[in-house]
């Protein structure tokens, strides 16, 4: 039992450069999200998702797209990749019902010259 | 949701309790005290929660007043390992929906030798 994986661990873009962050999780859970974190911030939801097909923003969507096309899976994306997008992703996914416990994936670290 | 309040950082020697306290003044009635932890570098962890009653496990203590504007959460005997920065969050639970948590600056916890 992994619990929620994140793919990959470091990436350095250039801007303007695309690329997509994966998040699985082999937990059966309905709800998965998306944070990132700056440097002495805490985290702020990027985009997150009710269930399979189904994707919402959160507090700081812009520049960001998701999909959830299997429910094991949260992919987040950006298109053009900008300087202020430099933070750490991290992934949560929860199951449904009253338990709010999230859990939560490694970070991905992404640094954007 | 309820605004939080906390420290941005304590010291707590190790082998003693660790108190961390939390404001939440304008907590609703239907809403939940969560918290969680993240040790640097590392994804958040749920530690407790609780409504209005103490609650207890393996990890911690959660205290809430009786008028629940404020919560302690307790470490009993802190480890090194417990060196981390500790998230109180305050948000309303629904049996159906994402119900996000909002994660402010937290306390920054240092455990000394």
């Known amino acids: 039992n992994a619990g929620v994986t994140q793919t990959p661990k470091f990436r350095v873009l250039k801007t303007g450069q695309s690329m997509t962050l994966l998040c699985a999780q082999d937990?059966?859970?309905?709800?998965m999200y998306w944070y990132r974190q700056d440097p002495g911030m805490g985290l702020r939801l990027i985009h997150y998702?009710?269930?399979?097909?189904?994707?919402a923003k959160g507090e700081v969507p812009d520049g960001y797209n998701v999909s959830r096309l299997k429910k094991q899976n949260f992919l987040l994306g950006l298109e053009s990749a900008a300087p202020s997008q430099t933070s750490v992703y991290f992934c949560?996914?929860?199951?449904?019902?009253?338990?709010?416990?999230?859990?939560f994936g490694p970070g991905t670290r992404l640094t954007v010259l | 949701d309820a605004k939080t309040t906390q420290p941005p950082s304590m010291d707590c020697a190790e082998g003693r309790a660790a108190n961390l306290p939390c404001n939440h003044s304008t907590i609703s009635g239907n809403e939940y005290v969560y918290w969680y932890r993240q040790i640097h570098s590392q994804g958040p962890q749920y530690i407790i929660h609780g409504l209005k009653n103490n609650e207890t496990n393996e990890m911690a203590s959660l205290i809430i007043t009786e008028d629940r504007k404020s919560s302690t959460l307790i470490l009993p005997h802190a480890t090194l390992r417990d060196t981390a920065v500790y998230y109180c969050?305050?948000?309303?639970?629904?049996?159906?929906?994402?119900?996000?948590?909002?994660f402010g600056t937290g306390t920054r916890l240092t455990v000394i030798p």
């Open positions: 998702s009710v269930g399979e097909g189904t994707t």
């Open positions: 937990m059966n859970h309905e709800y």
């Open positions: 969050i305050v948000r309303a639970v629904h049996q159906t929906g994402a119900n996000n948590l909002f």
């Open positions: 949560a996914s929860k199951a449904s019902g009253w338990n709010n416990e999230q859990f």
